[in-house]
C-alpha cells in the first residue's frame, strides 16, 4: 500500500522560505513522475512541480526561479524547497505519485494515482 506523508508546511512573511518534505512508503522513489500540487480555498488543485525518473522537472509559471524540486532515492523523499515565498502561495501542498514514465511529467492532478493528505503553506504580507 503506497503511502505519503507531507510535512513542513506552516506560516511565513512574504520573501520567506519553506522546504516541504514528502516521505513514500510502499513506492518507489524516482521510479515515475512525482509532484507537488496545491490548492487554495475556491480554487482548483494546480501543479506547482514534478519531477521525472530521469530527473526533468517541470514547474508552474508562477514559481519559476523560486521553486526548487528533488528526490533523495535513498531516503524515500521528495523536496520542495520554496524561495521567495508570495501571499499567492498560500494554499493546501499535496505530494503525489506514480504519474507515468516521461521526460515531461503531467500536470493534470487526474495523471497521479496517490496523493498525500497535505500540508498547509501561508504566507502573510
Known amino acids: 500500500q503506497v503511502q505519503l506523508v507531507e510535512s513542513g508546511g506552516g506560516s511565513v512573511q512574504a520573501g520567506g522560505s519553506l522546504r516541504l518534505s514528502c516521505v513514500a512508503s510502499g513506492y518507489s522513489v524516482g521510479g515515475s513522475c512525482m509532484g507537488w500540487f496545491r490548492q487554495a480555498p475556491g480554487k482548483e488543485r494546480e501543479v506547482v512541480a514534478a519531477?521525472?525518473?530521469?530527473?526533468?522537472?517541470t514547474y508552474a509559471d508562477s514559481v519559476k526561479g523560486r521553486f526548487a524540486i528533488s528526490e533523495d532515492d535513498v531516503k524515500f523523499t521528495l523536496y520542495l524547497q520554496m524561495n521567495s515565498l508570495k501571499p499567492e502561495d498560500t494554499a493546501t501542498y499535496y505530494c503525489?505519485?506514480?504519474?507515468?514514465?516521461?521526460?515531461?511529467?503531467?500536470?493534470?492532478?487526474?495523471?497521479?494515482?496517490?496523493w498525500g493528505q497535505g500540508t498547509q503553506v501561508t504566507v502573510s504580507s
Open positions: 519531477i521525472g525518473s530521469d530527473g526533468s522537472t
Open positions: 503525489a505519485a506514480d504519474g507515468g514514465s516521461f521526460h515531461l511529467c503531467p500536470r493534470a492532478a487526474g495523471s497521479y494515482l496517490h
